[in-house]
């Protein structure tokens, strides 16, 4: 039987680690800085380290902790109050790169995860800016 990603990277205890890294990455690295104002405006990072925690047992193929709790698991609603740009994302995903790094994730599953959650982030973009397009597509001039 296949291993869920959770049991691969090893389990509940490496995602919290994994996690809290994470955070400690956006509360100290320069792309994370967008971030951390965001929470902070919110509920607050300590808030988040654990509902990312329940988010990404389920997501992983672990315990669903945050449909537990919440009755989903929909990313775009939970973050549909929240102007995202393509930058943000890119940050993000910078930090949880870090993170994976941080932890000696490495290899094709990781890989794979690193494809997926970049899918996840971009899906998030909500905030086109003054042109109502994504930064690396440029204003329309036609």
Not at 11 to 37: C, H, S
Not at 68 to 84: A, Q, R, S, Y
Not at 86 to 96: F, I, S, V
Request: charged fraction near 25%.
């Amino acid at each position: 039987m296949k291993q869920s990603m959770l049991e691969q990277i090893g389990g509940e205890d490496a995602l919290r680690k994994l996690v809290n890294d994470f955070y400690d990455l956006i509360e100290t690295m320069p792309e994370g800085a967008e971030i951390k104002k965001m929470h902070d405006r919110g509920h607050g990072l300590a808030h988040v380290r654990l509902e990312q925690f329940n988010f990404m047992s389920g997501f992983l193929g672990g315990r669903r902790y945050y449909e537990e709790k919440f009755g989903h698991m929909d990313v775009k609603l939970m973050h549909e109050h929240v102007p995202i740009s393509e930058a943000e994302a890119e940050n993000w995903l910078t930090c949880m790169d870090k993170a994976l790094e941080v932890n000696g994730l490495a290899g094709p599953e990781i890989e794979r995860l690193r494809g997926v959650l970049r899918r996840v982030a971009m899906l998030l973009v909500n905030d086109l800016g003054a042109w109502g397009v994504p930064a690396t597509e440029g204003p329309q001039t036609s």
